[in-house]
């Protein structure tokens, strides 16, 4: 089964960071998350299907991806990289036609996990003043 992976360095506490990336309203503009199932909505919508507060992870899936692919199911994880420093992986698995995979780890991979981690960094950095070089 294909997997789709990018990870961020966030330069602020992992329960913070953790605060943040549990709620996609936070810092994705357009992923909207539901408990117990998807409801009329102009925005992505994603199912919970597991989400474990200790072990900072959340995993989803989305019943109706904007992509040709089936069988989804994603995880994000925040782990502590000490000194008030966290790493957050964002992965997912599907099925799709194997001659779809590069463009997919470009449009899912790069253009929805990457720049969403990059604004999760941000907006965890800025709620605890941090401004990482850039």
């Known amino acids: 089964m294909p997997r789709i992976t990018r990870k961020t360095f966030v330069a ?14 936070e ?13 009329a909505s102009p925005e992505l919508v994603v199912t919970v299907v597991s989400r474990d507060d200790t072990g900072m992870t959340l995993s989803y899936h ?10 989804h199911k994603a995880t994000i994880l925040v782990e502590d990289a000490g000194h008030s420093c966290a790493y957050v992986t964002w992965a997912a698995e599907f099925t799709a036609d194997p001659a779809l995979l590069q463009q997919l780890e470009d449009d899912l991979g790069d253009d929805v996990f990457a720049q969403a981690l990059d604004r999760l960094a941000t907006t965890a950095q800025d709620a605890h003043g941090v401004s990482p070089a850039r």
């Open 12 to 25: 602020a506490p992992a329960d913070a960071v953790w605060q943040l990336a549990g709620d996609f309203a």
């Open 27 to 39: 810092w994705h503009p357009k992923l909207r998350m539901y408990a117990d199932g998807p409801e």
């Open 62 to 71: 989305m019943p109706d991806p904007p992509f040709p692919i089936a069988n």
